[in-house]
């Protein structure tokens, strides 16, 4: 018989402990133990969903178990003291433990809801948890954490680039904060995402990208691309990816090279296109052509290759433009690719130099040229470059078809380095420079080029008339070189016969005068195989006895005596 207990209009009965029960502390415990498991392996991908949550959820799951735990030890003890509860079927002891198994499965569920199927992303509730998580493992630097927090980071792609804050926008808050300490902070998401950028700029972090997450890379850059906010602080992100890219012959760049080495993603070039198929991208970026201006001296073949291929692809976009600018990132990458010929010189004096590493590099290098003429050809004719630009002019008269005029010169100055063996000089500066250039660029933007390469060319040498100086005195050791001491006759090499008159005409009334006043000057103008006979005042071209040839041969160009000063 259940004997009651009533309290003004309250009455309480006594807790029946054979009544069935279905969630109690053991069925607690036991649940318990399930979740505690499968947080302890959840791998690093799960830890950093579970704490960057929008919601506290490691607190929350915390001081919930703890609350259900608690109160299904008193829900037990309770029934096994048979302590009053009150009487009524509004709240049943049934309706008591199952609230209590609720609350358990709500909280396994909302951890498994983040943890595996919806993974949280940065935004206004998480901003300050998604930074400091963020931080922590990059601070920390282990490889394999790192790899699993970037492919992570590939889901907030697009809210880290909607709320970052513009380049402009920064300076000005910076310059309003030295001017007045009540400046007004930015929102907190927005200052957050500032943050991250230049956090995942971390090199170890971008190595980890390039390595096992370029898909993480792709999604900031489309973001980037599709929204048209270039103006973000991702400059040091995109300069760190490049570089880590190019050191890492595994990486995007060398697979997304051309469809018959990489099937379809060499033709998609997904990654590729996305940095470097935005001209306006790279230009307001201005690093992704700058990635290592130090570490480039060690580039091997490979990658040059590779870095010539990323500027080719900003040089398609950029010639679609209706109106040209002084293209600076391509000017930056101009004298990356020049730089790549700059170990020519170790060649001079060694046999067998088409395999090494300085004749290879001088190969991408003029491939480089002759696709970059072709992408210019198919603009067709440039009526609006002048042909001549006058010094006094100078800078913004120039345009790319003088850049690359400029990128020839400087290759040809490089390879002038290179006068012995005669066959080895005569190979580099002829057959890999010359030879291509002049009779490979035929197209309409090519012809400008060779015009403004002449100019260059003949421009350097007359430039001893008034100073005499060594770049000039193997510009025309090169030239006397691969056009020779005598005019051709017929259509052979008929484009180059005008240059090629000049030159020697300037050489004929200057060389004795030049060897006289300067002579080491004027030996820098002779490579091997042109020697000066001073007595009789002649330059004297010897082919040696080889192969066909049983006796030595000569060419000789008269020289005129040096004026009295």
């Given at each position: ?45 799960y830890r950093f969903r579970v704490q960057t949550a929008p919601i506290p959820l490691q607190r929350f799951t915390f001081y919930v178990v703890a609350i259900v735990g608690v109160l299904t030890l ?492």
């Amino acid at each position: 018989m259940v004997i009651e207990k009533c309290y003004a209009a309250v009455c309480f009965i006594p807790l029946d402990p054979n009544e069935s029960k279905f969630f109690g502390f053991s069925e607690f415990l036991a649940g318990l133990a399930l979740m505690v498991l499968a947080w302890t392996i959840g791998d690093v991908r799960y830890r950093f969903r579970v704490q960057t949550a929008p919601i506290p959820l490691q607190r929350f799951t915390f001081y919930v178990v703890a609350i259900v735990g608690v109160l299904t030890l008193l829900t037990d003890l309770w029934r096994a003291q048979g302590w009053l509860v009150p009487q009524g079927d509004l709240f049943t002891p049934p309706l008591w433990q199952a609230f209590l198994a609720v609350g358990f499965l709500i909280t396994f569920l909302t951890w498994a809801w983040f943890a595996f199927i919806r993974p949280p992303i940065f935004g206004k509730r998480n901003a300050k948890r998604y930074a400091q998580t963020l931080y922590r493992h990059i601070l920390k630097g282990d490889l394999t954490e790192l790899s699993v927090v970037a492919d992570e980071l590939m889901h907030s792609a697009k809210a880290l680039v909607h709320y970052a804050s513009d380049r402009k926008a920064l300076r000005n808050h910076r310059r309003k904060s030295d001017e007045s300490e009540s400046t007004p902070d930015f929102p907190k998401v927005e200052a957050y995402a500032n943050d991250i950028l230049l956090l995942i700029a971390d090199k170890r972090l971008c190595r980890v990208i390039v390595e096992s997450s370029s898909g993480t890379a792709l999604a900031i850059f489309e973001e980037m691309g599709e929204t048209k906010k270039y103006d973000i602080q991702v400059e040091i992100f995109a300069r760190n990816i490049v570089r880590e890219a190019l050191l890492n012959t595994n990486s995007f760049l060398y697979h997304e090279a051309m469809g018959y080495d990489s099937g379809l993603i060499g033709y998609h070039k997904p990654l590729t296109q996305a940095m470097f198929g935005n001209y306006t991208m790279v230009d307001t970026i201005r690093t992704l052509l700058d990635p290592d201006t130090v570490g480039k001296r060690k580039w091997t073949v490979e990658q040059w290759e590779a870095y010539c291929r990323l500027v080719l692809i900003t040089l398609r976009d950029y010639v679609k433009k209706p109106y040209w600018n002084h293209p600076t990132p391509l000017l930056r990458a101009k004298d990356y690719i020049e730089s790549a010929a700059s170990g020519l010189y170790k060649l001079n004096a060694v046999a067998n130099t088409w395999e090494t590493d300085a004749a290879q590099c001088l190969r991408v290098v003029i491939d480089f040229i002759k696709h970059a003429v072709e992408i210019l050809d198919k603009k067709g004719k440039p009526n609006h470059v002048r042909l001549r630009v006058r010094t006094e002019h100078g800078h913004p008269r120039e345009s790319l078809y003088d850049d690359i005029a400029s990128m020839i010169f400087e290759v040809i100055f490089h390879a002038s380095s290179v006068i012995s063996p005669q066959w080895e000089c005569w190979s580099i500066q002829h057959n890999t420079i010359w030879g291509p250039i002049t009779r490979g660029l035929n197209g309409p933007g090519g012809q400008v080029i060779k015009f403004k390469l002449r100019r260059l060319l003949y421009d350097e040498i007359t430039e001893m008339t008034r100073f005499a100086n060594f770049k000039g005195a193997k510009i025309l050791g090169f030239c006397l070189n691969v056009m020779g001491l005598k005019v051709h006759e017929g259509d052979f090499d008929k484009e180059n016969r005008p240059l090629h008159k000049a030159i020697l005409g300037w050489t004929r009334m200057h060389y004795v005068w030049l060897h006289i006043n300067t002579p080491r000057v004027a030996e820098a103008c002779l490579v091997d195989g042109i020697t000066y006979d001073a007595e009789n005042l002649q330059l004297v071209k010897t082919y040696a006895a080889d192969g066909l040839r049983r006796e030595p041969s000569y060419v000789r160009m008269e020289l005129e005596p040096a004026k009295p000063a």
